[in-house]
């Protein structure tokens, strides 16, 4: 980057890519929690970069972890479990939503 106009088209593109890629799933989980493995292979589905997918995964997982750890709820604890049985993506978007 070499100056403020840069950085503004950077953060700019960054806001994008947001609202088309993570914003939906986030919002489809957030109002219909049901969704969550559906959404989570739709997104697994999308993501056909490998880098991408597992940064995807690695940051569902971290999220995953991190809520489970931070807040004791029962909730969290039986999702993290299920995730790992039955092996599910765990991608960052419709885990945040």
């Known amino acids: 980057m070499r100056g403020e106009e ?3 088209e950077f953060a700019q593109v960054a806001m994008q890519q947001s609202v088309d890629t993570v914003l939906p799933y986030a919002t489809a989980v957030y109002h219909n929690p049901d969704l969550l493995h559906e959404a ?3 997104c697994d589905a999308f993501l056909v970069n490998p880098v991408a997918n597992r940064a995807s995964r690695a940051q569902g997982s971290g999220l995953m972890v991190a809520t489970a750890s931070a807040f004791p709820d029962p909730g969290f604890a039986e999702l993290k479990k299920t995730d790992r049985q039955q092996q599910w993506p765990g991608h960052m978007a419709p885990l945040y939503g």
């Open 6 to 8: 840069d950085l503004l």
């Open 40 to 42: 989570d292979l739709h």
